[in-house]
């Protein structure tokens, strides 16, 4: 099972929470995710960090994106990705 979705916010606090929401989404349409969402907003919370807050005139955009693989309940592989740039408003 694999997700993706983008998020835009005017501060790194607010992209934290879209993401957050965001997640929560993902997590209800496929429960599957439960088991890498920690390690995913972790990843997420992180990435977020690493840059400055937006300049005048931008918001910060964040991609996310990850997946599973599982087979019998035991989990074989998963993927996690996160870009985070500004956006020009």
């Known amino acids: 099972m694999s ?3 983008t998020v ?3 501060s790194k ?3 934290i929470e879209a993401a957050r929401a965001e997640l929560a989404k993902v997590i209800e349409s496929q429960p599957i995710h439960a088991h ?3 390690a995913a907003f972790t990843a997420i919370y ?3 960090g690493l840059v400055d807050e ?3 005139g931008h918001v910060l ?3 996310c994106s990850g997946s599973v693989y599982s087979v019998d309940d ?3 592989g998963a993927s996690i990705s996160v870009h985070v740039n500004p956006v020009r408003i």
Do not use: G, T
């Open 46 to 48: 992180n990435v977020i």
């Open 54 to 56: 937006p300049a005048e």
């Open 61 to 63: 955009a964040a991609n």
């Open 36 to 38: 890498d969402a920690d």
């Open 8 to 10: 835009r916010a005017a």
């Open 74 to 76: 035991s989990f074989k």
């Open 13 to 15: 606090a607010a992209l």
């Open 3 to 5: 997700y993706s979705f």
